[in-house]
Protein backbone atom coordinates (compact mmCIF):
# COMPACT_ATOMS: atom_id res chain seq x y z
CA UNK A 1 0.00 0.00 0.00
CA UNK A 2 2.88 2.56 0.72
CA UNK A 3 3.47 2.07 -3.46
CA UNK A 4 0.42 3.00 -4.26
CA UNK A 5 0.13 5.60 -1.04
CA UNK A 6 3.37 7.66 -2.42
CA UNK A 7 1.82 8.15 -5.78
CA UNK A 8 -2.29 9.26 -4.18
CA UNK A 9 -2.55 8.22 -0.92
CA UNK A 10 -6.82 8.79 -1.03
CA UNK A 11 -6.47 5.50 -3.31
CA UNK A 12 -4.80 3.38 -0.70
CA UNK A 13 -6.81 4.61 2.01
CA UNK A 14 -9.85 3.18 0.27
CA UNK A 15 -8.47 0.22 -0.34
CA UNK A 16 -7.23 0.01 3.63
CA UNK A 17 -10.46 0.82 4.50
CA UNK A 18 -12.20 -1.98 1.83
CA UNK A 19 -10.14 -4.24 3.44
CA UNK A 20 -11.51 -3.65 6.78
CA UNK A 21 -15.08 -3.11 5.87
CA UNK A 22 -15.21 -6.46 3.96
CA UNK A 23 -13.33 -7.91 7.43
CA UNK A 24 -15.38 -6.59 9.81
CA UNK A 25 -18.91 -6.29 8.42
CA UNK A 26 -21.01 -9.77 7.24
CA UNK A 27 -21.19 -10.04 4.12
CA UNK A 28 -24.25 -11.55 2.68
CA UNK A 29 -24.49 -10.40 -1.05
CA UNK A 30 -25.41 -13.62 -2.44
CA UNK A 31 -23.33 -12.87 -5.79
CA UNK A 32 -19.97 -11.89 -3.66
CA UNK A 33 -17.16 -13.73 -2.45
CA UNK A 34 -13.53 -13.45 -1.30
CA UNK A 35 -11.23 -15.18 -3.63
CA UNK A 36 -7.96 -16.84 -2.60
CA UNK A 37 -4.60 -14.52 -2.17
CA UNK A 38 -3.08 -16.75 -4.75
CA UNK A 39 -6.40 -15.64 -7.34
CA UNK A 40 -5.54 -12.19 -5.93
CA UNK A 41 -1.67 -12.45 -6.74
CA UNK A 42 -2.15 -13.93 -9.71
CA UNK A 43 -4.42 -11.06 -11.13
CA UNK A 44 -2.42 -8.32 -9.86
CA UNK A 45 0.89 -8.10 -11.88
CA UNK A 46 2.62 -7.46 -15.30
CA UNK A 47 -0.10 -9.21 -17.92
CA UNK A 48 -1.92 -6.49 -17.50
CA UNK A 49 0.58 -4.30 -19.22
CA UNK A 50 0.30 -6.67 -22.25
CA UNK A 51 -2.20 -6.86 -25.52
CA UNK A 52 -3.53 -10.28 -26.85
CA UNK A 53 -5.92 -9.72 -29.11
CA UNK A 54 -6.77 -13.33 -30.88
CA UNK A 55 -7.08 -16.49 -29.57
CA UNK A 56 -4.40 -18.74 -27.86
CA UNK A 57 -1.89 -19.42 -31.02
CA UNK A 58 -3.59 -16.68 -33.34
CA UNK A 59 -2.59 -13.20 -32.35
CA UNK A 60 -2.90 -9.73 -33.79
CA UNK A 61 0.10 -8.59 -31.53
CA UNK A 62 3.43 -10.44 -30.92
CA UNK A 63 4.25 -11.70 -27.68
CA UNK A 64 1.98 -13.48 -26.69
CA UNK A 65 3.52 -16.73 -25.11
CA UNK A 66 2.58 -16.06 -21.86
CA UNK A 67 -0.60 -14.67 -22.37
CA UNK A 68 -0.82 -17.73 -24.61
CA UNK A 69 0.41 -20.06 -21.54
CA UNK A 70 -2.51 -18.54 -18.94
CA UNK A 71 -5.35 -18.87 -21.25
CA UNK A 72 -4.72 -22.29 -22.53
CA UNK A 73 -4.49 -23.13 -18.44
CA UNK A 74 -8.06 -21.09 -17.95
CA UNK A 75 -9.85 -23.12 -20.68
CA UNK A 76 -7.72 -26.41 -19.70
CA UNK A 77 -9.20 -25.95 -16.24
CA UNK A 78 -12.58 -25.02 -16.98
CA UNK A 79 -13.47 -28.05 -19.68
CA UNK A 80 -11.92 -30.28 -16.85
CA UNK A 81 -13.78 -28.99 -13.62
CA UNK A 82 -17.59 -28.55 -15.58
CA UNK A 83 -16.84 -31.09 -18.34
CA UNK A 84 -17.15 -28.91 -21.13
CA UNK A 85 -16.28 -29.79 -24.42
CA UNK A 86 -14.72 -25.91 -25.22
CA UNK A 87 -14.09 -23.08 -22.77
CA UNK A 88 -13.43 -19.34 -24.09
CA UNK A 89 -12.42 -17.60 -20.70
CA UNK A 90 -11.84 -13.85 -22.22
CA UNK A 91 -14.77 -12.19 -21.00
CA UNK A 92 -14.52 -9.48 -19.09
CA UNK A 93 -17.77 -9.97 -17.12
CA UNK A 94 -20.70 -11.52 -17.22
CA UNK A 95 -22.64 -9.42 -19.11
CA UNK A 96 -19.64 -9.83 -21.95
CA UNK A 97 -20.17 -13.76 -21.88
CA UNK A 98 -23.69 -13.22 -22.49
CA UNK A 99 -23.36 -10.92 -25.50
CA UNK A 100 -20.87 -13.49 -27.04
CA UNK A 101 -22.70 -15.93 -26.60
CA UNK A 102 -26.41 -14.29 -27.73
CA UNK A 103 -23.78 -13.50 -30.98
CA UNK A 104 -22.70 -17.22 -31.38
CA UNK A 105 -26.09 -18.59 -31.46
CA UNK A 106 -26.59 -15.75 -33.98
CA UNK A 107 -24.24 -16.08 -36.18
CA UNK A 108 -24.05 -20.14 -36.13
CA UNK A 109 -28.01 -20.09 -36.34
CA UNK A 110 -28.59 -17.43 -39.01
CA UNK A 111 -25.30 -15.89 -40.12
CA UNK A 112 -23.91 -18.66 -41.46
CA UNK A 113 -26.87 -20.05 -43.68
CA UNK A 114 -26.53 -16.51 -45.32
CA UNK A 115 -23.07 -16.50 -45.81
CA UNK A 116 -23.46 -19.78 -47.65
CA UNK A 117 -26.70 -18.92 -49.69
CA UNK A 118 -24.70 -15.84 -50.76
CA UNK A 119 -21.52 -17.81 -51.49
CA UNK A 120 -19.20 -16.24 -49.11
CA UNK A 121 -17.24 -17.00 -46.13
CA UNK A 122 -16.82 -13.53 -44.18
CA UNK A 123 -19.17 -10.90 -42.85
CA UNK A 124 -16.90 -8.42 -44.32
CA UNK A 125 -17.22 -9.97 -48.23
CA UNK A 126 -20.76 -9.63 -47.92
CA UNK A 127 -22.60 -7.23 -50.61
CA UNK A 128 -24.62 -4.07 -49.02
CA UNK A 129 -27.97 -5.64 -50.11
CA UNK A 130 -27.04 -9.10 -48.38
CA UNK A 131 -25.37 -7.43 -45.11
CA UNK A 132 -28.45 -5.33 -45.07
CA UNK A 133 -30.99 -8.65 -45.29
CA UNK A 134 -28.84 -10.03 -42.49
CA UNK A 135 -29.13 -7.38 -39.94
CA UNK A 136 -32.79 -7.50 -40.35
CA UNK A 137 -32.90 -11.49 -39.99
CA UNK A 138 -31.01 -10.81 -36.98
CA UNK A 139 -32.94 -8.21 -35.22
CA UNK A 140 -36.49 -10.72 -35.83
CA UNK A 141 -35.04 -13.25 -33.53
CA UNK A 142 -36.68 -14.10 -30.49
CA UNK A 143 -35.44 -14.71 -26.99
CA UNK A 144 -37.71 -16.56 -24.17
CA UNK A 145 -35.59 -16.10 -20.37
CA UNK A 146 -37.00 -15.45 -16.61
CA UNK A 147 -38.57 -12.28 -15.93
CA UNK A 148 -36.34 -10.19 -13.59
CA UNK A 149 -38.93 -10.10 -11.06
CA UNK A 150 -39.14 -13.94 -10.98
CA UNK A 151 -35.19 -13.99 -10.43
CA UNK A 152 -33.92 -13.54 -14.12
CA UNK A 153 -31.00 -11.65 -14.98
CA UNK A 154 -31.07 -8.01 -16.71
CA UNK A 155 -29.22 -9.65 -19.39
CA UNK A 156 -31.99 -12.07 -20.40
CA UNK A 157 -33.90 -9.82 -22.42
CA UNK A 158 -34.79 -7.23 -20.01
CA UNK A 159 -35.69 -3.82 -22.50
CA UNK A 160 -33.04 -1.47 -20.60
CA UNK A 161 -30.16 -4.00 -21.10
CA UNK A 162 -28.86 -4.51 -25.07
CA UNK A 163 -30.36 -7.81 -24.64
CA UNK A 164 -33.84 -6.39 -25.24
CA UNK A 165 -32.95 -4.54 -27.89
CA UNK A 166 -31.25 -6.90 -29.82
CA UNK A 167 -33.92 -9.35 -29.12
CA UNK A 168 -37.78 -9.88 -29.77
CA UNK A 169 -38.18 -10.97 -26.07
CA UNK A 170 -40.64 -12.79 -23.84
CA UNK A 171 -40.53 -14.27 -20.13
CA UNK A 172 -41.52 -16.73 -18.22
CA UNK A 173 -42.24 -16.12 -14.36
CA UNK A 174 -42.86 -18.58 -11.30
CA UNK A 175 -45.97 -20.28 -10.38
CA UNK A 176 -48.06 -17.39 -8.41
CA UNK A 177 -49.18 -19.98 -5.38
CA UNK A 178 -46.14 -21.88 -4.91
CA UNK A 179 -43.37 -19.31 -6.42
CA UNK A 180 -41.64 -22.12 -8.07
CA UNK A 181 -41.05 -22.54 -11.99
CA UNK A 182 -43.77 -24.27 -13.88
CA UNK A 183 -42.44 -26.45 -16.48
CA UNK A 184 -45.43 -26.38 -18.26
CA UNK A 185 -46.20 -23.02 -18.81
CA UNK A 186 -42.36 -22.45 -20.00
CA UNK A 187 -43.10 -25.04 -22.53
CA UNK A 188 -46.35 -23.25 -23.51
CA UNK A 189 -44.81 -20.30 -23.74
CA UNK A 190 -42.33 -21.63 -25.71
CA UNK A 191 -44.52 -23.41 -27.97
CA UNK A 192 -46.44 -20.28 -28.66
CA UNK A 193 -43.16 -17.82 -28.88
CA UNK A 194 -40.67 -19.92 -31.08
CA UNK A 195 -37.58 -18.44 -29.77
CA UNK A 196 -34.43 -18.79 -30.91
CA UNK A 197 -32.59 -18.70 -27.27
CA UNK A 198 -34.31 -20.25 -24.29
CA UNK A 199 -32.31 -18.52 -21.37
CA UNK A 200 -32.14 -20.65 -17.82
CA UNK A 201 -30.10 -19.37 -14.65
CA UNK A 202 -31.27 -17.21 -12.49
CA UNK A 203 -30.06 -14.40 -9.97
CA UNK A 204 -32.63 -14.78 -7.28
CA UNK A 205 -34.69 -17.43 -7.68
CA UNK A 206 -33.50 -19.81 -4.75
CA UNK A 207 -34.46 -23.16 -5.90
CA UNK A 208 -32.71 -25.23 -8.52
CA UNK A 209 -33.76 -25.75 -11.90
CA UNK A 210 -33.87 -28.91 -14.10
CA UNK A 211 -32.02 -28.07 -17.06
CA UNK A 212 -32.79 -31.49 -18.68
CA UNK A 213 -36.31 -30.73 -18.98
CA UNK A 214 -35.55 -27.18 -20.00
CA UNK A 215 -33.55 -28.95 -22.85
CA UNK A 216 -36.36 -31.17 -23.93
CA UNK A 217 -38.42 -28.02 -23.73
CA UNK A 218 -35.97 -26.09 -26.52
CA UNK A 219 -35.07 -28.91 -28.49
CA UNK A 220 -39.20 -29.55 -28.85
CA UNK A 221 -39.56 -25.57 -30.58
CA UNK A 222 -35.50 -25.42 -32.24
CA UNK A 223 -34.08 -22.99 -29.81
CA UNK A 224 -31.30 -23.26 -28.88
CA UNK A 225 -30.93 -24.05 -24.49
CA UNK A 226 -28.69 -20.93 -23.15
CA UNK A 227 -27.91 -21.50 -19.38
CA UNK A 228 -26.20 -18.89 -17.45
CA UNK A 229 -25.18 -20.12 -14.40
CA UNK A 230 -23.28 -16.81 -13.20
CA UNK A 231 -24.58 -17.25 -9.49
CA UNK A 232 -24.68 -21.06 -9.38
CA UNK A 233 -21.46 -22.11 -10.68
CA UNK A 234 -18.95 -22.75 -7.93
CA UNK A 235 -22.33 -25.56 -6.95
CA UNK A 236 -21.51 -26.94 -10.16
CA UNK A 237 -18.02 -26.81 -10.03
CA UNK A 238 -18.44 -28.79 -6.20
CA UNK A 239 -20.35 -31.67 -7.87
CA UNK A 240 -22.94 -30.27 -5.68
CA UNK A 241 -25.78 -29.98 -8.65
CA UNK A 242 -25.83 -33.13 -10.80
CA UNK A 243 -27.73 -34.88 -12.79
CA UNK A 244 -30.85 -33.01 -14.42
CA UNK A 245 -29.32 -29.65 -12.28
CA UNK A 246 -25.58 -29.45 -13.80
CA UNK A 247 -26.53 -27.47 -17.20
CA UNK A 248 -23.17 -28.07 -18.96
CA UNK A 249 -24.44 -31.92 -20.43
CA UNK A 250 -27.94 -30.44 -21.09
CA UNK A 251 -27.17 -26.84 -22.52
CA UNK A 252 -25.69 -26.28 -26.01
CA UNK A 253 -24.19 -23.29 -24.43
CA UNK A 254 -23.29 -22.26 -21.18
CA UNK A 255 -22.32 -18.92 -19.22
CA UNK A 256 -21.18 -17.93 -16.16
CA UNK A 257 -19.39 -15.38 -13.79
CA UNK A 258 -15.93 -16.52 -12.35
CA UNK A 259 -16.06 -13.92 -9.30
CA UNK A 260 -19.62 -15.44 -7.39
CA UNK A 261 -19.59 -18.73 -5.95
CA UNK A 262 -16.62 -19.75 -8.00
CA UNK A 263 -14.66 -17.26 -6.03
CA UNK A 264 -12.24 -16.24 -8.59
CA UNK A 265 -11.63 -12.95 -10.17
CA UNK A 266 -14.06 -10.42 -11.47
CA UNK A 267 -14.51 -11.91 -15.10
CA UNK A 268 -16.67 -14.15 -17.31
CA UNK A 269 -16.45 -17.40 -19.37
CA UNK A 270 -18.71 -19.55 -21.98
CA UNK A 271 -18.36 -23.38 -21.97
CA UNK A 272 -19.74 -24.24 -25.34
CA UNK A 273 -20.33 -27.52 -27.01
CA UNK A 274 -17.97 -28.37 -30.21
CA UNK A 275 -20.74 -26.99 -32.72
CA UNK A 276 -20.76 -23.71 -31.32
CA UNK A 277 -17.11 -23.35 -30.45
CA UNK A 278 -15.56 -21.51 -33.74
CA UNK A 279 -18.70 -19.24 -33.42
CA UNK A 280 -17.29 -18.17 -29.90
CA UNK A 281 -14.10 -18.42 -30.04
CA UNK A 282 -15.10 -14.72 -31.76
CA UNK A 283 -16.33 -12.80 -28.73
CA UNK A 284 -13.13 -11.39 -29.84
CA UNK A 285 -13.38 -8.73 -32.00
CA UNK A 286 -17.06 -9.24 -32.09
CA UNK A 287 -18.15 -8.16 -28.64
CA UNK A 288 -14.59 -8.12 -26.87
CA UNK A 289 -11.94 -6.00 -27.78
CA UNK A 290 -8.13 -7.27 -26.23
CA UNK A 291 -8.56 -9.72 -23.14
CA UNK A 292 -7.28 -9.25 -19.52
CA UNK A 293 -4.43 -11.39 -19.32
CA UNK A 294 -4.12 -10.78 -15.56
CA UNK A 295 -7.68 -11.71 -15.26
CA UNK A 296 -7.04 -14.86 -17.53
CA UNK A 297 -3.93 -16.05 -15.22
CA UNK A 298 -6.14 -15.74 -12.09
CA UNK A 299 -8.91 -17.62 -13.81
CA UNK A 300 -6.57 -20.14 -14.16
CA UNK A 301 -5.70 -19.97 -10.57
CA UNK A 302 -9.37 -20.07 -8.88
CA UNK A 303 -10.31 -22.87 -11.48
CA UNK A 304 -7.09 -25.25 -10.74
CA UNK A 305 -8.35 -24.51 -7.33
CA UNK A 306 -12.13 -25.18 -7.68
CA UNK A 307 -11.18 -28.55 -9.31
CA UNK A 308 -10.04 -29.51 -5.71
CA UNK A 309 -11.44 -31.96 -3.22
CA UNK A 310 -12.26 -29.37 -1.12
CA UNK A 311 -13.91 -27.26 -3.48
CA UNK A 312 -16.19 -29.91 -3.04
CA UNK A 313 -16.92 -29.37 0.32
CA UNK A 314 -16.90 -25.75 0.03
CA UNK A 315 -19.51 -25.69 -2.39
CA UNK A 316 -21.82 -28.38 -0.12
CA UNK A 317 -21.13 -26.28 2.86
CA UNK A 318 -22.38 -23.50 0.90
CA UNK A 319 -25.99 -24.93 0.42
CA UNK A 320 -25.79 -26.57 4.16
CA UNK A 321 -25.27 -23.03 5.12
CA UNK A 322 -28.22 -21.62 3.05
CA UNK A 323 -30.60 -23.96 4.26
CA UNK A 324 -29.58 -23.44 8.06
CA UNK A 325 -29.96 -19.62 7.56
CA UNK A 326 -33.51 -20.15 5.36
CA UNK A 327 -34.48 -22.37 8.17
CA UNK A 328 -33.31 -19.98 10.90
CA UNK A 329 -35.25 -17.17 9.49
CA UNK A 330 -38.37 -18.94 9.26
CA UNK A 331 -38.51 -19.98 12.64
CA UNK A 332 -38.11 -16.82 13.78
CA UNK A 333 -41.55 -15.69 11.71
CA UNK A 334 -39.52 -13.88 8.55
CA UNK A 335 -41.61 -14.52 5.25
CA UNK A 336 -39.05 -16.63 2.08
CA UNK A 337 -40.25 -16.38 -1.19
CA UNK A 338 -40.86 -20.05 -1.85
CA UNK A 339 -40.59 -20.83 1.80
CA UNK A 340 -37.02 -21.68 1.76
CA UNK A 341 -34.23 -23.16 -0.41
CA UNK A 342 -32.55 -25.07 -2.40
CA UNK A 343 -29.24 -23.17 -3.13
CA UNK A 344 -26.85 -20.49 -2.25
CA UNK A 345 -29.29 -17.94 -1.63
CA UNK A 346 -32.32 -16.63 0.57
CA UNK A 347 -34.69 -14.17 -0.63
CA UNK A 348 -36.67 -12.31 2.18
CA UNK A 349 -40.10 -10.69 1.46
CA UNK A 350 -39.41 -7.91 3.72
CA UNK A 351 -43.08 -7.10 3.47
CA UNK A 352 -43.92 -9.60 6.59
CA UNK A 353 -41.88 -7.13 8.37
CA UNK A 354 -43.38 -4.41 7.22
CA UNK A 355 -40.40 -2.66 5.22
CA UNK A 356 -39.36 -1.79 1.55
CA UNK A 357 -36.19 -3.73 0.87
CA UNK A 358 -34.74 -0.20 0.73
CA UNK A 359 -35.49 0.67 4.14
CA UNK A 360 -34.49 -3.09 4.77
CA UNK A 361 -31.06 -2.71 3.38
CA UNK A 362 -30.51 0.77 4.74
CA UNK A 363 -31.23 -1.06 8.09
CA UNK A 364 -29.15 -3.80 7.81
CA UNK A 365 -25.97 -1.81 6.50
CA UNK A 366 -26.56 -0.10 9.57
CA UNK A 367 -25.66 -2.41 12.04
CA UNK A 368 -22.77 -3.83 9.76
CA UNK A 369 -24.95 -6.70 7.37
CA UNK A 370 -24.70 -6.04 3.68
CA UNK A 371 -27.36 -7.29 1.66
CA UNK A 372 -29.10 -6.03 -1.50
CA UNK A 373 -32.48 -5.13 -1.97
CA UNK A 374 -34.49 -7.20 -4.68
CA UNK A 375 -37.47 -7.52 -6.10
CA UNK A 376 -39.74 -10.46 -4.92
CA UNK A 377 -42.24 -11.51 -7.72
CA UNK A 378 -45.05 -9.24 -9.08
CA UNK A 379 -42.82 -7.02 -6.19
CA UNK A 380 -45.67 -3.96 -5.86
CA UNK A 381 -43.07 -1.91 -4.81
CA UNK A 382 -41.13 -1.75 -8.42
CA UNK A 383 -37.08 -2.65 -9.19
CA UNK A 384 -36.01 0.21 -7.19
CA UNK A 385 -37.63 0.15 -3.58
CA UNK A 386 -38.72 -3.46 -3.78
CA UNK A 387 -39.71 -5.96 -1.27
CA UNK A 388 -36.82 -8.37 -1.06
CA UNK A 389 -33.88 -8.53 0.93
CA UNK A 390 -31.57 -10.93 -1.04
CA UNK A 391 -28.82 -13.03 0.70
CA UNK A 392 -26.26 -15.73 0.00
CA UNK A 393 -24.08 -17.93 2.19
CA UNK A 394 -20.79 -18.34 -0.29
CA UNK A 395 -18.80 -14.99 1.12
CA UNK A 396 -19.41 -16.23 4.91
CA UNK A 397 -18.77 -19.87 4.19
CA UNK A 398 -15.38 -19.35 2.83
CA UNK A 399 -14.45 -17.29 5.87
CA UNK A 400 -15.82 -20.22 7.52
CA UNK A 401 -19.23 -19.70 9.36
CA UNK A 402 -20.70 -23.15 9.58
CA UNK A 403 -24.62 -23.92 10.14
CA UNK A 404 -24.65 -23.32 14.08
CA UNK A 405 -23.51 -19.65 13.06
CA UNK A 406 -25.83 -19.07 10.56
CA UNK A 407 -28.67 -19.66 12.86
CA UNK A 408 -26.98 -16.82 14.77
CA UNK A 409 -27.02 -14.55 11.79
CA UNK A 410 -30.69 -15.44 11.19
CA UNK A 411 -30.88 -14.46 14.81
CA UNK A 412 -29.22 -10.25 13.84
CA UNK A 413 -31.39 -10.42 10.42
CA UNK A 414 -34.23 -10.84 12.43
CA UNK A 415 -33.65 -8.60 15.13
CA UNK A 416 -32.51 -5.78 12.77
CA UNK A 417 -35.50 -5.86 10.86
CA UNK A 418 -37.69 -5.89 13.73
CA UNK A 419 -36.70 -3.16 15.37
CA UNK A 420 -36.75 -1.19 12.14
CA UNK A 421 -40.33 -1.91 10.98
CA UNK A 422 -40.82 -1.11 14.76
CA UNK A 423 -39.61 2.45 14.43
CA UNK A 424 -39.73 3.18 10.24
CA UNK A 425 -36.64 4.75 9.26
CA UNK A 426 -38.24 8.90 9.22
CA UNK A 427 -38.46 8.37 13.27
CA UNK A 428 -34.97 6.97 13.63
CA UNK A 429 -35.65 3.61 12.97
CA UNK A 430 -31.99 2.93 11.52
CA UNK A 431 -30.46 3.93 14.64
CA UNK A 432 -32.37 1.95 16.78
CA UNK A 433 -31.86 -0.91 14.69
CA UNK A 434 -28.52 -0.73 15.31
CA UNK A 435 -28.57 0.20 19.22
CA UNK A 436 -30.83 -3.02 19.17
CA UNK A 437 -28.73 -4.93 16.83
CA UNK A 438 -25.19 -3.96 19.40
CA UNK A 439 -26.96 -5.21 22.32
CA UNK A 440 -28.24 -8.14 20.91
CA UNK A 441 -24.68 -8.74 19.74
CA UNK A 442 -23.18 -7.90 23.03
CA UNK A 443 -25.61 -10.31 24.41
CA UNK A 444 -24.44 -13.07 22.32
CA UNK A 445 -20.78 -12.09 22.45
CA UNK A 446 -21.47 -12.72 26.42
CA UNK A 447 -23.36 -16.38 25.90
CA UNK A 448 -20.86 -17.69 23.67
CA UNK A 449 -17.11 -16.16 24.58
CA UNK A 450 -17.25 -15.33 20.62
CA UNK A 451 -16.92 -12.65 18.62
CA UNK A 452 -19.09 -13.17 16.23
N1 LIG B 1 -25.76 -13.20 -15.22
C1 LIG B 1 -26.27 -13.35 -14.00
C2 LIG B 1 -27.24 -14.48 -13.76
C3 LIG B 1 -25.90 -12.50 -12.96
O1 LIG B 1 -26.44 -12.65 -11.75
C4 LIG B 1 -24.98 -11.46 -13.24
C5 LIG B 1 -24.51 -10.54 -12.18
O2 LIG B 1 -25.18 -9.94 -11.46
C6 LIG B 1 -24.49 -11.32 -14.54
C7 LIG B 1 -24.89 -12.20 -15.51
C8 LIG B 1 -23.60 -10.18 -14.92
O3 LIG B 1 -22.32 -10.30 -14.40
P1 LIG B 1 -21.32 -9.06 -14.42
O4 LIG B 1 -21.73 -8.16 -13.31
O5 LIG B 1 -19.97 -9.68 -14.23
O6 LIG B 1 -21.45 -8.39 -15.76
Redesign the pocket.
Known sequence: LDVIRDVEPRVADAIAQEVTDQREMLKLIA?ENYASPATLLAMGNWFSDKYAEGTVGRRFYAGCRNVDTVEALAAEHARTVFGAAHAYVQPH??????LVAFWAVLSQRVETPALAAAGVRQVNDLSEQDWARLRAEFGNQRMLGMSLDAG?????GFRPNISGKMFDQRSYGTDPETGLLDYDAVRAAAREFRPLILVA???AYPRLVNFRLMREIADEVGATLMV????FAGLVAGKVLTGDFDPVPHAQIV?T?T??SLRGP???MVLCDDSLAEHVDRGCPMVLGGPLPHVMAAKAVALAEAGRPEFGTYAQAIVDNARALAEGLLRRGAKLVTGGTDNHLVLIDVSGYGLTGRQAEAALLEAGIVTNRNSVPRDPNGAWYTSGIRIGTPALTTRGLGTAEMDEVAGLLDTVLSAASAAPAAKGGLSKAKHVLDAAVAEQVAKRGSDL
Open positions: SSGIDANGHLTHGYSDMAHTTHKRGG
